[in-house]
């Protein structure tokens, strides 16, 4: 059984940008998402598996796209000390916690980041692009339904990973992940990592207002650094954190056209820039 339901809320995305979501559900389980799909076929609607929305950024004031929140049983099975199989819409925090306690290597550098395992691993979470460290370091395979052949997939890095920030999972999609298996080699720590992180994070990140961490996962970064504290109503570039946008307002016009400005200035340049938060209408 689904429900569809309308739904005004502020507390879908990391922005709090308010919206009237016209088509809201919850998915916990296959069969769901199954109905969900061909309710949105039905009705010429597209879907938005929503993670824990910190990477995601609602466009209008009315939401159309049929929004489904991942809803499904938080599980962490142990499948030996170093390898788990984890739900999709798990903490990466809490995978993060196990890996400290049994002093085991991880994605340490995630710690600050609000996500689901499902949401990092649809977006490629990881350091910046010159790092080349992401999840998927850690990663043996993916599990997902794919509800456009209706058949359930277990795929492995090489064939998911399609570049930074990139995924066959990333924006709107017809296809859940639903677990993944991790394996971590032990690892010799001195200090806390995910303290050590948190710290780095409250030192260098602003998080005097809402935000969804950096906005885009390629741009120049001389313009970049240029639009620090450049303000619309109650939103604007961090000045103390470049490619960060924070945000006071109730809706999403302000970050739209501080992203707008970005983008012109960049085309205007001949600069490359890609946007690396969700855009959802
Ligand atoms: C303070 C802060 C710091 C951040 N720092 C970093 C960082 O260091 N590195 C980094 O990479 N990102 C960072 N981010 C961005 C964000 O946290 C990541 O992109 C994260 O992976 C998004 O996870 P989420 O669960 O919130 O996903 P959402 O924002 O809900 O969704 C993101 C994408 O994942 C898809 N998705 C979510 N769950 C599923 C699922 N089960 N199946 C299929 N698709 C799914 C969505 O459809 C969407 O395309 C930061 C964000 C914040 C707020």
Same mark, same amino acid.
């Given at each position: 059984?689904?429900?569809?339901?309308?739904?005004? &809320?502020?507390?879908?995305?990391?922005?709090?940008?308010?919206?009237?979501?016209?088509?809201?559900? %919850?998915?916990?389980?296959?069969?769901?998402?199954? %109905?969900?799909?061909?309710?949105?076929?039905?009705?010429?609607?597209?879907?938005?598996?929503?993670?824990?929305? &910190?990477?995601?950024?609602?466009?209008?004031?009315?939401?159309?796209?049929?929004?489904?929140?991942?809803?499904?049983?938080?599980?962490?099975?142990?499948?030996?000390?170093?390898?788990? %199989?984890?739900? &999709?819409?798990?903490?990466?925090?809490?995978?993060?916690?196990?890996?400290? %306690?049994?002093?085991?290597?991880?994605?340490?550098?995630?710690?600050?980041?609000?996500? =689901?395992?499902?949401?990092?691993?649809?977006?490629?979470?990881?350091?910046?692009?010159?790092?080349?460290?992401?999840?998927?370091?850690?990663?043996?395979?993916? =599990?997902?339904?794919?509800?456009?052949?209706?058949?359930?997939?277990?795929?492995?890095?090489?064939?998911?990973?399609?570049?930074?920030?990139?995924?066959?999972?990333?924006?709107?999609?017809?296809?859940?992940?639903?677990?993944?298996?991790?394996?971590?080699?032990?690892?010799?720590?001195?200090? @806390?990592?995910?303290?050590?992180?948190?710290?780095?994070?409250?030192?260098?990140?602003?998080?005097?207002?809402?935000?969804?961490?950096?906005?885009?996962?390629?741009? @120049?970064?001389?313009?970049?650094? /240029?639009?620090?504290?450049?303000?619309?109503?109650?939103?604007?570039? &961090?000045? /103390?954190?470049?490619?960060?946008?924070? @945000?006071?307002?109730?809706?999403?016009?302000?970050?739209?056209?501080?992203? /707008?400005?970005?983008?012109?200035?960049?085309?205007? =340049?001949?600069?490359?820039?890609?946007?690396?938060?969700?855009?959802?209408?």
């Amino acid at each position: 059984m689904i429900e569809i339901a309308s739904l005004k &809320s502020k507390n879908l995305s990391f922005y709090r940008t308010t919206h009237n979501f016209k088509n809201y559900g %919850e998915v916990s389980t296959i069969d769901q998402f199954c %109905e969900y799909y061909e309710w949105a076929k039905t009705n010429k609607t597209k879907i938005f598996l929503l993670g824990n929305g &910190s990477n995601t950024l609602f466009v209008k004031k009315e939401v159309r796209t049929l929004v489904l929140k991942n809803n499904l049983p938080k599980e962490t099975k142990i499948l030996s000390k170093s390898q788990l %199989e984890v739900s &999709s819409s798990v903490l990466v925090i809490d995978i993060l916690r196990y890996c400290y %306690e049994n002093a085991l290597d991880s994605f340490y550098y995630l710690a600050s980041v609000p996500a =689901t395992i499902g949401g990092a691993l649809a977006m490629n979470a990881g350091l910046g692009k010159r790092d080349k460290l992401s999840i998927y370091d850690f990663v043996e395979s993916v =599990t997902f339904f794919d509800a456009a052949d209706k058949s359930l997939k277990t795929l492995n890095k090489k064939e998911i990973v399609q570049g930074y920030r990139k995924t066959i999972f990333t924006g709107l999609t017809s296809k859940f992940i639903l677990r993944a298996r991790f394996e971590f080699s032990p690892k010799k720590m001195d200090g @806390n990592p995910i303290s050590d992180r948190r710290k780095w994070s409250k030192e260098f990140q602003d998080y005097s207002a809402y935000n969804c961490g950096s906005v885009f996962q390629e741009s @120049n970064y001389k313009i970049i650094c /240029k639009l620090k504290g450049l303000r619309i109503g109650n939103s604007s570039f &961090s000045a /103390k954190t470049p490619n960060w946008i924070l @945000n006071k307002s109730s809706s999403s016009m302000p970050i739209l056209w501080l992203i /707008k400005i970005a983008e012109v200035l960049h085309f205007l =340049t001949f600069k490359k820039l890609i946007v690396e938060l969700i855009k959802v209408e």
